[in-house]
């Protein structure tokens, strides 16, 4: 890569340590210089270049001269009664992302945005009402983490990452794998592949692609429907890559040993909650290695569904697990402040995206 000339210099934040290494060899330097840079930029999170004082002070000041260090910025974080938080960020051209950090009794998850806005358009989604605005960068996404990191409580750690915030991740394929290489890099974030999920709603491409990358992050599926008639309406690319794909994928797919595939199931009163459902459901999952989370909708204006009564959700799951499949039914964080999944919406016409499921 070519050192660009100042006036349009390259945001160090998103790089590869293999581009910090060529980066640096560009300017005469060792590559060992490149790995003490990548060190710097994502595991100790420098915002310039003087705190890096390993580093020798030419090549700090020609890195300050032809390259930047970008971050997003907090614009406004909101604390649910659940202890969930959600952070709303904007990026350097102004477009707006929320990012939500969700406790459990041992650890934080950080659900994190892969796009402005999202093309997918599920029926119940509120970030698909926004539509497609744009892909983030690969530094823009492990930014969410850095940015959250330094909002930590004494104490607090952040033990799992989720690709579940605004966005269909494997819709920016390439974005995605890069920063996951990044946050699960030794000498970068250092997060585990085995603590963090990849949620899609089943591009099945990129799926396979996601497999042989030999990344090793966890794969959950927004399913939400077991027959094609259904999830056509729910989840319209099942319109493009109908379930009997989708699932001959997921059963292709490599799965490391002791881990299981990740179906999410949001229960829609009415529509896809019925006994004659979980059995379609038990049907298409058997034998495949997987857990179910059930997912009661989210409730919004601008959502023209309802959610099942606690009973139509319980006897749900209690059909699934007569059949053997692990069934957990996920509470939803952050409801009061709209963090909950598919709550996540910005810079559109918010008025009609009030949500009604708020407690206050
Ligand atoms: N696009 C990816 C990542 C988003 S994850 C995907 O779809 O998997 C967000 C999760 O919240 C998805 O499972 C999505 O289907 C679910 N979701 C969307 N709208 C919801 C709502 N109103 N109530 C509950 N869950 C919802």
């Keep these: 890569m070519e050192l660009r000339a100042v006036g349009n210099p390259t945001d160090l934040k998103g790089l590869s340590l293999e581009e910090m290494e060529r980066l640096v060899a560009d300017h005469g330097e060792p590559a060992y210089r490149g790995r003490q840079l990548f060190h710097w930029i994502y595991a100790r999170a420098a915002h310039t270049f003087a705190e890096m004082t390993d580093l020798p002070i030419g090549l700090r000041a020609r890195l300050a001269e032809h390259t930047l260090i970008g971050a997003l910025t907090l614009l406004a974080k909101e604390i649910s009664r659940d202890g969930t938080r959600k952070y709303l960020f904007g990026c350097t051209d102004g477009r707006q992302i ?5 406790p459990d009794e041992r650890r934080l998850t950080a659900c994190l945005s892969t796009q402005v806005g999202c093309a997918l358009a599920c029926a119940f989604c509120l970030t698909g009402k926004m539509g497609f605005i744009r892909h983030l960068q690969p530094g823009e996404i492990v ?12 104490g607090e750690r952040i033990g799992n990452l989720v690709l579940m915030g ?15 290489t990044i946050l699960s890099h030794p000498m970068g974030l250092a997060y585990p592949p ?6 899609t709603v089943g591009l099945v491409p ?12 966890n794969l959950a599926v927004s399913l939400h429907a077991s027959t094609d008639e259904l999830r056509d309406r729910l989840v319209p690319i099942n319109r493009r890559y109908p379930l009997k794909e989708l699932m001959v994928a997921l059963r292709a797919y490599p799965l490391p040993s002791r881990r299981r595939l990740t179906f999410e199931y949001v229960l829609i009163d009415g ?3 019925r006994g004659q459902d979980a059995q379609e459901l038990v049907r298409l999952l058997r034998g495949l290695r997987c857990k179910v ?15 099942p009564s606690r009973e139509r959700v319980e006897s749900f799951q209690r059909i699934l697990r007569s059949a053997d499949i692990l069934a957990t039914i996920r509470e939803s964080r952050g409801l009061d402040i709209s963090a909950a999944c598919g709550l996540l919406a910005t810079e559109t016409n918010q008025k009609s995206l009030d949500t009604t499921g708020c407690l206050t």
């Design 206 to 217: 990129e799926i396979v692609r996601l497999g042989q990358s030999g990344l090793g992050v």
């Design 143 to 154: 930014d969410q983490v850095l940015a959250l990191q330094r909002d930590l409580q004494p």
């Design 271 to 273: 529509v896809n909650d």
């Design 194 to 199: 085995r603590r963090i999920t990849l949620s």
């Design 293 to 307: 989370n059930l997912l009661p909708l989210n409730e919004a204006h601008a959502i023209p569904f309802r959610r």
């Design 166 to 180: 605004m966005g269909e991740p494997l819709h920016n394929y390439d974005a995605i794998v890069k920063a996951l």
């Design 98 to 102: 929320e990012t939500v950090l969700i």
